[in-house]
């Protein structure tokens, strides 16, 4: 499933220069036919070649700029996946915001990373946090700030610094 995924953008842009150029040669050749044409069928056939090969370039377009826009999300969704491994949790506002996106956007690329097993995890509704299904067993239980005793809400991983929102103290 991941390799067709990611094999979509360059079939849609193959398929787009495959229309793209022959279209563009009969077009030529219609062009020729009706500039050096001596009799009136030339122009004619002329005219019905060239609207004809615009029949077959304007879907070739079409095709290659689909083909660029998911290569576009491709790009976004291995960044966010390499993101997501590299930080074990991560936010919704901090993934957009590191990938330039919305918010929406940025829901909908880790719903499709999820959806194609690039990334396995689940998503912590309080805190709008994403977290890697690896580092769940090394999240802290920590309820209380260690040096002022004010609650603390944050998750926190093991082997991650933390500051408390009270005292400002950080502590491991």
Known sequence: MKFLFFMQDTVKKTLGVILIVPGTFLLF????GIIGGDKPEDFNIGVGVSIFS????????LLYRKGLALAGEEAKVRKLVSMLLTYRRMSIQDMASKLGVTEPEAH?????AVDQN????????????????TSVNDIKK????PYCGAPVTQVFHKDETAKCPSCGQLFH
Do not use: K, W, Y
Request: glycine share 6%.
């Open 29 to 32: 050749i219609a062009l020729f």
């Open 54 to 61: 615009l029949f077959i370039i304007v879907p070739g377009i």
């Open 108 to 112: 909908n690329l880790l719903a499709v």
């Open 118 to 133: 690039l990334v396995n995890g689940h998503m912590d509704r309080p805190t709008n946090e994403f977290f890697v299904s």
């Open 142 to 145: 920590l309820t209380q700030c």
